[in-house]
């Protein structure tokens, strides 16, 4: 073996050519900064200076693996995750955390695409699922149709909410908004059903337990 050991500071300087190590091809590991608790550090971000970073794995594989910290990419530009032959995953270990995308700033959140053979499937468990736009619209158009359907016995119910309270907030009904200064601003948006092009509109069946309440 050979041996490095100072006090000191061990540098490994060139002028003119590359600092190389572990470039023979030799099977064998090679390991910066294993022991201790050291900061390793490689490469430099100083912006006027053209380096770059590239780290290579082979059928080897690459992992990053932080324990009891966080782990953060942050650039400038785009950061890509890319796979030429297998899928691309993130939050797909059975841990019971949080996954955020585009929670923060004014950004566009874009999810598939509009090629022949691409899907989306959004999936929720009994933590339920919520869509909420404020300002704005919510927009759903197929070309082959749009379904809302009920597994079991639970509703489907389209402009059920009655109103908004400001104390409490969670009251639901003029009754119940009874907080001290309580405002109640009613629900007043109409709900159109089959209001233009040549429609069929159907409402109920034939079935011998189906109601059809009309209220106004």
Not at 105 to 121: D, E, F, L
């Amino acid at each position: 073996t050979y041996s490095l050991d100072t006090t000191g500071t061990i540098a490994l300087e060139s002028s003119a050519g590359e600092i190389q190590i572990g470039t023979d091809s030799v099977a064998q590991a090679v390991k910066i900064g294993t022991a201790g608790a050291r900061a390793v550090t490689i490469g430099t971000s100083t912006a006027s200076t053209a380096s770059s970073l590239n780290l290579h794995a082979g059928t080897g594989n690459m992992a990053t693996t932080v324990t009891g910290g966080t782990y953060s990419l942050d650039t400038t530009g785009n950061i890509a995750l890319e796979s030429s032959a297998g899928e691309i995953l993130i939050g797909d270990d059975s841990v019971a955390q949080a996954i955020k995308i585009g929670t923060n700033g004014g950004r566009t959140i874009t999810v598939g695409n509009q090629a022949s053979s691409t899907a989306v499937n959004i999936n929720a468990g009994s933590g339920n699922m919520v869509t909420s736009v404020v300002g704005g619209t919510y927009a759903v158009d197929a070309s082959g149709g749009v379904t809302f359907e009920t597994q079991t016995s639970g509703m489907i119910v389209l402009g059920n909410t009655a109103g908004v309270c400001t104390d409490p907030a969670t009251a639901t009904s003029q009754a119940g908004c009874t907080g001290s200064g309580a405002v109640w601003t009613p629900t007043s948006g109409a709900i159109s059903i089959g209001t233009g092009g040549q429609r069929s509109v159907t409402v109920g069946n034939a079935e011998i337990n189906t109601a059809l309440n009309l209220n106004a």
